[in-house]
C-alpha cells in the first residue's frame, strides 16, 4: 500500500466522520451521505421526492435524508414459503 492510497483512505474516513456530525448537508454533500448519484438527487428534488430546502442552492436535513431512506425499506420474503418476514 503505498502513501497516497492511505492518505486518501483516512482523508475519505474524516470525510465520513465530518458528514455525521453535520446537521445541514449541501447538496454535493447530502448525494456522498446517501450514496445516490447527483443526477438521481436532481431528479428526486424536482419531483419533490425526497426532502429538501431551496435558497441560492440545495440543502438537506441529515436527519430528513436518514428518516426518507428508512421509509423506504423492503420487505425481505422467505425463501422457503414465500412468506414475507
Not at 15 to 33: G, N
Amino acid at each position: 500500500m503505498d502513501n497516497t492510497q492511505t492518505i486518501e483512505e483516512r482523508l475519505s474516513a474524516l470525510e465520513a466522520i465530518f458528514l455525521h456530525q453535520k446537521e445541514i448537508l449541501t447538496f454535493p454533500e447530502a448525494c456522498i451521505y446517501t450514496g445516490i448519484s447527483r443526477s438521481t438527487m436532481y431528479k428526486l428534488t424536482s419531483a419533490k421526492k425526497i426532502p429538501h430546502y431551496k435558497t441560492v442552492g440545495l440543502y438537506f436535513e441529515r436527519s430528513e435524508l436518514d428518516n426518507w431512506i428508512r421509509s423506504h425499506r423492503v420487505n425481505v420474503a422467505n425463501k422457503n414459503t414465500g412468506i414475507r418476514l
